[in-house]
């Protein structure tokens, strides 16, 4: 029997909630509270509690939220930043609209940056390490905080994906100077259109970054600096405090569908995993995404889609090296041979067990029973 699963459906973000989603509208709207009303603090407040982190800071997009980060942080002109280039376009553009230069390494055997290419490509110029907390999974923070130390460079991280993932107990996004969260509609949280946040424990970049995300005025309304207008909407910010009090919920379900998947594709020697989490022992990962390692990937790709499954690769299949026409060069094998091979399976809240097993179906019969 065929199934329809798709990769992501989008209005079951709102559909899932809809009344309350519509009554939150209604309220916010009658009190004309559109812009850095008491809805915003209210989740930069929650979002700080759950994450264990000083400072929250709503701002338009995850992109912005970096490259406000990085500017706060002094980011400059000719200041190299290490990245993995594994990662979204995102990552290297708020380096470089920061005036630095975003520098792509080898993506490691855990989907993160690969942390032995990431001392090759430390120079003279190096002023920070900025991995990228991917699928819901947080870095070896111990060996990139070792490397920091040791060359004395910042870390800031691109922990778009992963609100919630752990390392060693602490959240993603509050290792380095900062870090910053998306609320994208396909993120784990998701709001009704483009949000974000920078979360950081450094007061100055603190206290630049609440002038940099509007006009450069302070509490008094006096303009101190250049700066631009990057709020996160007071609106997307009261449906986000709706659904971060389910949060934990919808990441024990992403952790359950993730289980079924590692159970049954194990099975498989064909199929590439992701080292689990309890076998590293430090991780506990949100699965912002479900990515996987095989041979004949298009053709297994093209199977699950006349199968009804939908899947996604990554990037479009660029990662950030063969952006060549953002003028990068870097040769980095290992990861070409990765974007050969990844796959990401359906992994989110609309669908059923038995979707995650008619894919895991699929897939076996694809290589013929493994
Ligand atoms: C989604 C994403 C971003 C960008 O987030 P926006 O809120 O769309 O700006 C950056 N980095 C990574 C790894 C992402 O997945």
Known sequence: MTRSVPFFNYSHVFTSNEFKFVETFREVGRRGAFIMQKDLIEFERAVSEYTGVKYVIGVANATDALEIAFVAGGIKSGDEVIICSHTMMATASAVKFAGGTPIP????????????????????????????????????MDRIQALADKYGLDIY????????????????????????????PAKVLGCFGDGGAILTNDEDIYRKSILIRDHGRNSDGQVVMWARNSRLDNLQAAFLN?????????????????????????????????????????????????????????????????????????WNGQPIHLLKNLGFSQNLPRTDLFFD?????????????????????VIFDFFKKC
């Open 242 to 314: 709706l659904q971060l009090k389910e949060y934990s919920k919808v990441v024990e379900r992403r952790r359950n569908i993730a289980n079924i998947y590692n159970l049954r594709l194990k099975c498989c020697a064909r199929i590439g995993l992701r080292p689990a989490p309890e076998i590293i022992g430090k991780n506990f990962d949100i699965y912002q995404n479900y990515e996987i390692e095989v041979d004949r990937r298009d053709e297994l790709k093209m199977y699950l889609k006349e199968r009804g499954v939908g899947t996604l690769i990554q």
């Open 157 to 184: 991280e691109d922990s778009a994906q992963a609100l919630g993932s752990r390392f060693n107990g602490k959240h993603a996004g509050t290792f380095g100077r900062a870090g910053c969260l998306s609320f994208y």
């Open 105 to 140: 390494t080898e993506v490691g055997y855990d989907r993160c940056i690969d942390i032995d290419s990431i001392e090759s490509a430390i120079t003279a110029k190096t002023r920070a390490i900025c991995p990228t907390q991917l699928n819901g999974r947080t870095s070896d």
């Open 341 to 361: 091979r990844c796959l990401m399976l359906p992994m989110n809240m609309s669908i059923s067990d038995d979707d995650v097993n008619y894919v895991c179906d």
